[in-house]
């Protein structure tokens, strides 16, 4: 049922957002719709976890808005929104009951439904000048993936050059039609209508999150793209500083309005034909003071069939304002590959990749003999944690795929080994179309994993896939998926899914 509410509410949406009179109008809609069923369960036979998921969007798209005469370099409007509806049937009902202490789990909900976009969007006014969305809106650049609901406004020069302002409330879970997807990670956050302040006090209320943001981009060069970027977002309402209650007294709270997260970044991308192309790019947290994730890549195209790439990537964890977890210390991640793709022929390419990580831990006790004295310096040593030296691991993966008609076969293959534990496998699969309306498909994999922390858990995992489907019509699938998986320590698993992609345009 609230699914079909949304939907009704969706496409009621796009009705009054359509002008009443307007000649050039294309809208179209489109769904996809995910079952699984499966469970979880112990080496023992004991279900752990029973799921069964259905995952249903509904999108909507209003084209031509602007009745104006036929211009592709005119101004135009369009209307764009889609919702989803992710439900958990599997989950117990008791698992959402605030009164139910010994079972509730905070911010669970067995049928949540979100509005993933839903935004109006202008180009080319004021003469090609002016740009602007309004509505749910994502954010891709530098700085990751990003949602608010709120208005952005471009204005793109003819002197390659274009400036971007945008503000209003980044989306949050809890608050509605929202999930907790684009917050930043190390805090735990929902609605506690109905809580006892004593229940979970770690699990935080959620409020407003007030943004805004800033950017400057190339514009008009086809074969380079660079965008600098800025953005804030500020925590609002009440925040617990406890995070476990202790039975004395209520748990600490502070109030008021706070950095959540301040980001700076910048990423560009170049290609030139039958030469190559590169990317580079990098994202500061100001509120960390340090370098959140550094990246590059450089391709060459050796010749008109193969292309030799080289990538790095440094990653250091970093967290919300509020999180306890910027107290601690944290794991940067350096990560480098090569690459190499040839496409043999018009049916068949091979590509493969060697790939390295390397990190530092620290992890030498506290020196408490230096501590006797109480004075700031030697605090500062007794606390001190030096690097230990270099962990690192490496890789590669080999994958090959061929091609003919509405038929494909392939096979890929990949293994991590480090001094702690290894894993290896490979999978071959198959997909073919009959007459045009009938797909079958078919998948069966080896993987073997070694742990040299807990040798009793090595194992080896044999798995196979089997499904079939039906073409509707254009851009229309139903398909159905059969997978088995087993090893000596979980048994057997089984889990099958149903997919449902719709797609109907004027």
Known sequence: MSARRASLLLLGAAVLLTPGVSFALEPEITSDTAAQFYDVRSPTGETVISRRRLMTTLGVSVYDLYDKPEDPNGPS????????????????????????????????????????YGYVEGRRFLRGWLGFKLGRQYVVDALGWWSFDGGSVKITTPYFFAAELYGGLEQRGGMPLSTPRYERDGVWRGDRTGYDPSLYPSFQPNDVAPAYGAALESAGF?????????????????SNASQFANGLRAP????????????????????????????????????????????????????????????????????????IWNFFMSMPMNDMGVR????????????GGLRGRAFQLQTEPERESTVQNTSPNNLAAGNYYPSSAIEPMAGGNLAARYRWGEGSLGARGSGDFSKNGSR??????????????????????????????????????????????????PRSLAFAELEHNMNRIAGHRFRVMLWLTLAVSK
């Open 77 to 116: 409007l369009t209307f764009r929104a889609r919702m989803r509806y992710d439900a958990d049937y599997g989950g117990s009902g008791a698992e959402t009951d605030v009164t139910n202490f010994g079972r509730v789990v905070p911010g669970f909900d067995r049928g949540p439904v979100d509005l993933m």
């Open 222 to 238: 086809t074969w380079l793209h660079g965008r600098l970027t800025y953005r804030r977002v500020h925590n609002t309402g009440a």
């Open 252 to 323: 600490v709270a502070y109030d008021g309005t706070r950095i959540s997260s301040e980001r700076l970044g910048y990423a560009f991308d170049g290609t030139l034909p039958d030469v190559g192309g590169v990317k580079g790019g990098l994202a500061y947290d100001l509120y960390n003071a340090r370098f959140a994730n550094i990246f590059g890549s450089l391709d060459v195209y050796a010749s008109n069939k193969v292309t030799l790439s080289l990538d790095y990537d440094y990653f250091a964890p970093t967290f919300d304002g509020d999180s």
């Open 340 to 351: 190499a793709s040839w496409d043999a022929t018009d049916k068949l390419a091979i590509a």
């Open 424 to 473: 290896l496998g490979l999978d071959v699969y198959g997909e073919r179309t009959i007459e045009t309306r009938y797909v079958v498909s078919a998948r069966t994999g080896l993987w073997r994993w070694d742990d040299e922390l807990r040798p009793d858990r090595d194992a080896t995992s044999f798995q196979y896939v089997l499904g079939a489907g039906y073409k509707l019509f």
